[in-house]
């Protein structure tokens, strides 16, 4: 299985930045695409941004920025000049399956709060 650790929430003010990053552990064969997405409540969970294994991003907010480090399958995600609409909990996500002969999965994290708030 494929466990996913966020780190680098907060509470900052409007315009400033934040990077969140996020640790793929546990047993697998391979990671597919891994991304953020984030949910206030009451609403769906939205795209953010993803990556795939080979680098190709898909962005639902230009203002950030999604890196990946496929050696030690972490994504980060730099969050500019951050809006009060940009609060909400923020989750990894990846795609993943344990072995060859397995289907691929998706897993989550358990989220970070990001607040933006003067």
């Known amino acids: 299985q494929v466990q996913l650790v966020e780190s680098g929430g907060g509470l900052v003010q409007p315009g400033e930045s934040l990077k969140l990053s996020c640790a793929a552990s546990?047993?697998?064969?391979?990671?597919?695409?891994m991304g953020w997405y984030r949910q206030t409540p009451g609403k769906e969970r939205e795209l953010v941004a993803t990556?795939?294994?080979?680098g190709t991003t898909n962005y639902g907010d230009s203002r950030f920025t999604i890196s990946r480090d496929n050696a030690k399958n972490t994504v980060t995600l730099q969050m500019n000049s951050l809006k009060p609409e940009d609060t909400a909990v923020y989750y990894c996500?990846?795609?993943?399956?344990?072995?060859?002969?397995?289907?691929?999965?998706?897993?989550w994290g358990q989220g970070t709060q990001v607040t933006v708030s003067s």
């Open positions: 546990g047993s697998f064969f391979s990671i597919s695409t």
């Open positions: 990556i795939t294994s080979t």
């Open positions: 996500s990846a795609r993943a399956r344990v072995s060859v002969h397995t289907n691929w999965n998706n897993y």
